[in-house]
């Protein structure tokens, strides 16, 4: 079992729509939990970061996680066509990137 | 900018050959972290160094290595390239220690012709 299974996608949807992006992990010891974006090709940027369960809200992104299942979630609200780009979990630890979900906003 | 710079950018080499690639962290950060991201793949982890020493090895080939040197920069050298090396390599830093974020810098893409 991979340590960080992410659902692989690709997503396409129209602007305004709510995207849904989901992960597990398998190591139950992990606490912090991070969301990368990532423009085509270019370096992953740090876009959300959590601590244990719960969620967390910075304007249109909320991230959740539910350490019980060891599921974690990334919602875009009113997605638009900047937020275009492949998003990687990482729970904690540099082993533990997810293979990545591209998401198309179509305008 | 992110703080973490890469050089070069763009590097194509013949198979067989040896390249550097170099890193310089974010100001205050002590550990850097190597990945290389072949075509639709995800990161994957190669190698940790934390102020100065290996701290985690991840699916680094023999041929490849790294080194942190004191002023904390590091460098990833491949050897013997292969056609299948082509990919982006991306280094990342942080503080140290769990509970951080790692920086990225915008990597260096690598053409093995």
């Known amino acids: 079992q991979k340590e960080v299974e992410q659902d692989p996608g690709p997503l396409s949807v129209p602007e305004g729509a709510i995207v849904s992006l989901n992960c597990t992990y398998s190591?139950?010891?992990?606490?912090?939990f991070m969301w990368y974006r990532q423009y085509s090709r270019k370096g992953p940027e740090l876009l959300m970061y959590?601590?244990?369960?719960g969620n967390k809200e910075d304007g249109r992104f909320t991230a959740q996680v539910d350490k019980s299942s060891k599921y974690i979630s990334l919602f875009i609200r009113d997605s638009q066509p900047s937020d275009s780009a492949t998003y990687l979990c990482?729970?904690?630890?540099?082993?533990?990137f997810g293979a990545g979900t591209t998401v198309t906003v179509r305008a | 900018d992110s703080g973490v710079t890469q050089t070069p950018k763009h590097l194509i080499t013949a198979t067989g050959q040896r390249v550097t690639l170099r890193c310089s962290p974010r100001?205050?950060?002590?550990?850097v972290y190597w990945y290389q991201q072949s075509l639709d793949q995800g990161l994957q982890f190669l190698i940790q160094?934390?102020?100065?020493?290996?701290?985690a090895k991840g699916n680094i080939l023999e041929r490849f290595s790294a080194q942190q040197f004191p002023d904390l920069h590091s460098e990833l050298n491949l050897s013997s390239l292969e056609l299948g090396d082509s990919a982006l390599y991306f280094c990342?830093?942080?503080?140290?220690?769990?509970?951080?974020?790692?920086?990225f810098g915008s990597g260096t893409r690598l053409t093995v012709v």
């Open positions: 990342a830093s942080s503080p140290g220690g769990t509970g951080h974020g790692y920086t």
């Open positions: 100001s205050g950060d002590l550990s």
């Open positions: 990482a729970p904690q630890g540099p082993l533990s």
């Open positions: 160094y934390y102020n100065g020493e290996e701290r």
């Open positions: 190591n139950s010891a992990f606490q912090y």
């Open positions: 959590t601590y244990s369960s």
